[in-house]
């Protein structure tokens, strides 16, 4: 599964962050062993585009989100945002660019001070950058909290502590605006919130992106989620990326065997439907040591030779679809057995 290719990456269109070939590897003691976190992946973004990164948990898509930001910064690869290396930056422009890039994590409280007052968290960001006097920032803090549905006036006297989980998130969102950033990187955002607050969260996001003039990486392993913010999804495992497509085509006609997979693990709220049983068994390989050829061949009911000794590449296989697989469920080279 998960191959190499840019065949998906587009030249048309006001494309704000382009990735090519990113690479992040971690080294495993003194083994000389190292993890194979990502594994050259390319990957765009228009701007006001939302790109949702799907995958099982370990695939590689926190660290990707990370990367982007350098944080670390890739073992190789490029990262072009607004036309800018950032690869190639020093520190101090690395922290200037980071100001037009922010990113939501997932655990909301534990990624707030608990020591700080919630609107000094919030305004930090305009005092270390001196953006306006106090009058102002107290402003933009105030607006931003009403904005995202947090008390102004309790925020200027409680802690982190003093907030449920989802009102936790909505401080990080609040947060992560006060810069003006154009890029947001959502790592999980709705993941530790229960689902009914992950519907107003959502909704929040897709608001503030229309607002501000977002752009949006939304990463998740809940595909029935990002269904609902994305424009394009991309499908990662094991550090590749296996499918890159527009969300509705996505979900309509998922190509590849693994994205049929999680797909059909999306529970569905009916007692009289029955659950669907999938083909797939076993673990995901190490990432220490990937299998050879197609990384998925593995766990793949439609793996052939070709999987195990040649890795595939992104292809297209319908308009805007592309799949990195021998054997597509549609297009061409599809097996009797899967047909």
Same mark, same amino acid.
């Given at each position: 599964?998960?191959g190499?290719g840019?065949a998906?990456?587009r030249?048309?269109?006001d494309v704000?962050l382009?990735?090519e070939d990113?690479?992040v590897e971690?080294?495993v003691?003194?083994?000389g062993?190292?993890?194979?976190?990502v594994s050259g992946?390319?990957?765009?973004?228009?701007?006001?585009e939302t790109?949702?990164?799907v995958g099982?948990?370990?695939?590689?898509?926190s660290?990707?989100g990370r990367a982007?930001m350098q944080?670390?910064?890739? !073992?190789?690869g *490029?990262?072009l945002f607004?036309?800018?290396?950032?690869?190639d930056?020093?520190?101090?422009?690395?922290r200037?660019?980071?100001t037009?890039m922010?990113?939501?994590?997932?655990d909301p409280i534990?990624s707030?001070?608990?020591?700080?007052?919630?609107?000094?968290i919030? !305004?930090?960001? /305009?005092?270390?950058?001196?953006?306006?006097n *106090?009058?102002?920032q107290?402003a933009k803090?105030?607006?931003l909290?009403?904005?995202v549905?947090?008390?102004?006036?309790? #925020?200027? =006297?409680?802690q982190p502590?003093?907030f449920?989980?989802g009102q936790?998130?909505?401080?990080?969102i609040a947060?992560s605006?006060?810069? =003006?950033p154009t890029l947001?990187?959502c790592?999980?955002?709705?993941?530790a919130?229960?689902?009914?607050?992950? +519907?107003?969260?959502?909704?929040?996001?897709?608001d /503030?992106?229309?607002k501000h003039?977002l752009?949006?990486?939304? &990463?998740a392993?809940?595909l029935?989620v990002?269904?609902?913010?994305s424009?394009?999804? #991309?499908v990662?495992y094991?550090g590749?990326i296996c499918e890159? +497509?527009?969300?509705d085509?996505?979900?309509? #006609?998922?190509?590849h065997h693994y994205?049929?997979?999680?797909l059909?693990? &999306?529970?569905?709220p009916d007692?009289?439907v029955a659950?669907?049983?999938?083909?797939?068994?076993?673990?995901?390989?190490?990432?220490?040591l990937?299998?050879?050829g197609?990384?998925f061949?593995?766990?793949?009911? +439609?793996?052939t030779?070709?999987c195990?000794?040649e890795?595939p590449?992104l292809?297209e296989? #319908?308009?805007a679809?592309?799949?990195?697989?021998h054997?597509p469920?549609?297009g061409?080279?599809v097996?009797?057995s899967?047909a």
């Amino acid at each position: 599964m998960a191959g190499t290719g840019k065949a998906h990456l587009r030249t048309e269109g006001d494309v704000l962050l382009r990735v090519e070939d990113l690479v992040v590897e971690f080294p495993v003691g003194r083994t000389g062993l190292k993890v194979n976190a990502v594994s050259g992946i390319s990957l765009d973004v228009l701007r006001g585009e939302t790109l949702g990164v799907v995958g099982e948990s370990g695939c590689g898509k926190s660290t990707t989100g990370r990367a982007i930001m350098q944080l670390p910064r890739p !073992t190789s690869g *490029s990262v072009l945002f607004e036309g800018r290396q950032l690869t190639d930056m020093s520190g101090d422009d690395m922290r200037e660019a980071r100001t037009r890039m922010q990113m939501i994590f997932q655990d909301p409280i534990s990624s707030l001070n608990p020591r700080r007052k919630v609107r000094d968290i919030v !305004t930090e960001p /305009l005092a270390i950058w001196k953006r306006g006097n *106090s009058t102002e920032q107290r402003a933009k803090v105030d607006a931003l909290l009403e904005e995202v549905g947090i008390d102004p006036q309790r #925020a200027a =006297e409680s802690q982190p502590h003093q907030f449920s989980g989802g009102q936790c998130q909505r401080i990080s969102i609040a947060r992560s605006l006060v810069l =003006e950033p154009t890029l947001i990187i959502c790592d999980e955002p709705v993941s530790a919130l229960d689902v009914s607050v992950q +519907a107003q969260v959502l909704n929040l996001l897709e608001d /503030l992106k229309a607002k501000h003039g977002l752009t949006l990486i939304f &990463i998740a392993h809940d595909l029935a989620v990002v269904k609902n913010i994305s424009d394009r999804v #991309a499908v990662m495992y094991l550090g590749k990326i296996c499918e890159v +497509a527009p969300s509705d085509d996505l979900y309509r #006609a998922p190509a590849h065997h693994y994205t049929s997979v999680l797909l059909d693990s &999306i529970p569905v709220p009916d007692p009289s439907v029955a659950a669907t049983k999938t083909a797939i068994e076993g673990e995901p390989p190490s990432p220490v040591l990937p299998p050879p050829g197609c990384r998925f061949h593995t766990r793949c009911p +439609a793996a052939t030779d070709v999987c195990r000794n040649e890795e595939p590449k992104l292809r297209e296989i #319908a308009t805007a679809h592309f799949v990195a697989c021998h054997h597509p469920l549609y297009g061409d080279d599809v097996p009797v057995s899967v047909a």
